[in-house]
C-alpha cells in the first residue's frame, strides 16, 4: 500500500463549513498529489507538491488549498464547502525516480449536505 | 479536450479469454503510460507501466503502446472473475508533474 494513509475515510459535513483531509506517508516519497473522482470524470487532479512548501494548482484546484509542511503529510482544505465538492478524495504519491509510478491511498469520501 | 479517452464499457468476457481494453491520448509529448485497476468502493492499484513503444508483458497482462497512433493497449489473457474491476488508463506529459487519467472502462469476467 505504499505506506499512505488518509484521514479521515468518511466524513458529512455542511455546507459552508471549513474541512481539512490529510495524507500521510511513511516512506519520504517527495511528490504528494490530491485527486478527487467523480462519476463520468475519473480521477482530476486538484493540487500537487514537489517537496515540502513547495506546491501547484492542478486542473480543478477552485475552492481548494493545500499545505505542505513536512515531508509525510499533505493537507487539502476546503475553505467553504459546496455541496458541488462532494467526492471521494484520493492521495497519491510517487518518487523522484524516472519510473513515474504513482500510488494511491485508500481515499476519503466526502458528502457535502 | 481529453487528454484521455477510454470506451467506458461496459466490457463482458468469458473466464479464460482475452479482455481488450483501449486508450487513446491527445497529447504528442505524453512520455510515460499506466494502467489501474480499481474495484469498486477502493482506490487505482498499479498494473502495468510502459514508456517505450512496442509490448510489455508481466504475467497475464500485456501492455502495447504506439506513440505514432497516441494508442495505448492493455491485453488481459486467461481473464478471471476476480479481474472483474474498472481500468484506468493514465498519462504523464514530458513537461510538468500533473498525469491525466481516463474516465476507465469497466470489465466483467463471466464465469
Known amino acids: 500500500d505504499a505506506g499512505i494513509t488518509q484521514s479521515p475515510r468518511h466524513k458529512v459535513t455542511e455546507t459552508g463549513t471549513p474541512v481539512t483531509l490529510r495524507c500521510h506517508q511513511t516512506?519520504?516519497?517527495?511528490?504528494m498529489y490530491w485527486y478527487r473522482q467523480d462519476p463520468g470524470h475519473g480521477l482530476r487532479l486538484i493540487h500537487y507538491s514537489y517537496g515540502v512548501k513547495d506546491t501547484d494548482k492542478g486542473e480543478v484546484s477552485d475552492g481548494y488549498s493545500v499545505s505542505r509542511s513536512k515531508t509525510e503529510d499533505f493537507l487539502l482544505t476546503l475553505e467553504s464547502a459546496t455541496s458541488s465538492q462532494t467526492s471521494v478524495y484520493f492521495c497519491?504519491?510517487?518518487?523522484?525516480?524516472?519510473?513515474?509510478?504513482?500510488?494511491f491511498g485508500p481515499g476519503t469520501r466526502l458528502t457535502v449536505t | 479536450q481529453k487528454e484521455v479517452e477510454q470506451n467506458s464499457g461496459p466490457l463482458s468476457v468469458p473466464e479464460g479469454a482475452i479482455a481488450s481494453l483501449n486508450c487513446t491520448y491527445s497529447?504528442?509529448?505524453?512520455?510515460?503510460f499506466f494502467w489501474y485497476r480499481q474495484y469498486s468502493g477502493k482506490s487505482p492499484e498499479l498494473i502495468m507501466s510502459i514508456y517505450s513503444n512496442g509490448d510489455k508483458e508481466d504475467g497475464r497482462f500485456t501492455a502495447q503502446l504506439n506513440k505514432a497512433s497516441q494508442y495505448v493497449s492493455l491485453l488481459i489473457r486467461d481473464s478471471q472473475p476476480s479481474d472483474s474491476a474498472t481500468y484506468l488508463c493514465?498519462?504523464?506529459?514530458?513537461?510538468?508533474?500533473?498525469?491525466?487519467f481516463g474516465t476507465g472502462t469497466s470489465l466483467t469476467v463471466i464465469p
Open positions: 497529447d504528442r509529448g505524453s512520455q510515460s
Open positions: 493514465a498519462v504523464k506529459i514530458l513537461t510538468g508533474n500533473q498525469f491525466y
Open positions: 516512506e519520504n516519497h517527495r511528490y
Open positions: 497519491a504519491i510517487r518518487d523522484s525516480g524516472l519510473a513515474y509510478e504513482q500510488y
